[in-house]
């Protein structure tokens, strides 16, 4: 059973917005809260690449091309990550994945598919 499990990818057109949730229902409250969490993206041909960070104390991180548009949060409570996304263009298209790492921990979600149509 996977530690991360990914929801909310799917198809828009362009100017729409997705909320993309991943859920850690395995994890220890405590080992959770104190991890850095993580959204990639992969389009096809390309290196997965960082598009957005929180840490514990909510510092967030973003992609240059994201900023302004995409919203890391997280709710500690219910172990879930969250990567708002606004006004989606073409380059936005890609298997998306939530991250969690810290102390020697790696996990990777499953990953969605993000598909943004012009």
């Known amino acids: 059973q996977a530690q991360l499990v990914e929801s909310g990818g799917g198809s828009v057109p362009e100017g729409g917005s997705l909320r993309l949730s991943c859920r850690a229902p395995?994890?220890?409250?405590?080992?959770?809260?104190?991890?850095?969490l993580n959204w990639y993206r992969q389009a096809p041909g390309t290196q997965r690449e960082l598009v957005a960070s929180?840490?514990?104390?909510?510092?967030?991180n973003y992609l240059d091309a994201v900023k302004g548009r995409f919203t890391i949060s997280r709710d500690n409570g219910k172990k879930t990550v969250y990567l708002q996304m606004n006004s989606l263009n073409a380059d936005d298209t890609g298997v998306y994945y939530c991250?969690?790492?810290?102390?020697?921990?790696?996990?990777w979600g499953q990953g969605t598919q993000v598909t943004v149509s012009s």
């Open positions: 991250n969690l790492n810290g102390d020697g921990l790696d996990y």
């Open positions: 929180i840490t514990s104390g909510r510092i967030t």
């Open positions: 395995r994890m220890i409250l405590s080992t959770y809260n104190g991890k850095t």
